[in-house]
């Protein structure tokens, strides 16, 4: 199947100016991804119609067909903006020379944690697109691909980790556990079911991270190679 492309096109321009008619339809388009994120939110999967998403737009269901086909292409865009965001803050400190690893894991860590609380409706939305995910091959493929890269990420963080202390760890088995314990703490942190708080669920994660790297092994090759 060919992936659906939810990347909104770019808007043509007249003499160097936007075009009022393309700017008016790029604003609607977005207004529809954000009533489709906030309805994901406030209803879930099973509640989330044409008609509430266009209510929350203010704009006509018509228009639905018109920027986007169908409703299903219309989710996957909105889940595909918030994956993007989450790529995007995820991003953030480095393996550069001069730079830390391991206070790179863990700010990455308080980002994912600190942005889910400062926007808890796109954190509710996430729960929503996993559990649409399950039957949807679009969908789990776009959720699959964010996870693929925080693993990634977080095992090239550990990697350089243990290379800079000079030890020698799973850094494929740290990154995992580490992915699967921040999403559970996020988890508990957004859906407000516990008393733990955002500076608990950091020293859950940071103690972790320590674990790993206190019972990682002298590298013995990585010391005789420098």
């Known amino acids: 199947m060919e992936p659906l492309d939810a990347r909104p096109k770019a808007i043509p321009t007249s003499k160097g100016r936007p075009n009022k008619r393309h700017v008016s339809a790029a604003a609607t388009r977005d207004k529809l991804i954000e009533a489709t994120i906030l309805c994901m939110a406030n209803y879930g999967p099973a509640g989330v119609s044409i008609e509430r998403i266009t209510d929350a737009a203010g704009v006509s269901r018509g ?3 018109h ?3 169908n409703k299903r292409q219309l989710l ?3 889940f595909q903006r918030l994956a993007d965001e989450q790529r995007t803050a995820f991003g953030g400190g480095g393996t550069a020379a001069g730079t830390d690893a391991v206070s790179a894991l863990r700010t990455a860590v308080a980002t994912s944690f600190r942005d889910a609380l400062a926007a808890p409706a796109r954190a509710h939305a996430w729960f929503g697109f996993w559990q649409a995910a ?4 679009a969908l789990r493929e776009v959720n699959e691909r964010v996870y693929m890269e925080e ?3 977080y095992t090239e963080l550990f990697r350089a980790a ?5 030890l020698s760890i799973d850094e494929r088995e740290a990154g ?3 992915v699967a314990l921040a999403d559970g703490v996020w988890n508990e942190l957004v859906m407000d ?4 708080d955002v500076q608990e669920a950091l020293a859950l994660c940071d103690h972790y991270i320590d674990m790993i790297l206190e019972q990682g092994r002298p590298d013995r090759e990585g010391s005789a190679a420098t």
């Open 63 to 65: 228009l639905v067909r």
């Open 176 to 178: 995992r556990g580490l």
């Open 193 to 196: 079911s516990t008393d733990l």
């Open 67 to 69: 920027h986007f086909g």
């Open 151 to 153: 693993r990634a990420r």
């Open 76 to 78: 996957l865009t909105a």
């Open 134 to 137: 399950l039957g949807d091959p």
């Open 162 to 166: 243990a290379q800079q202390r000079r």
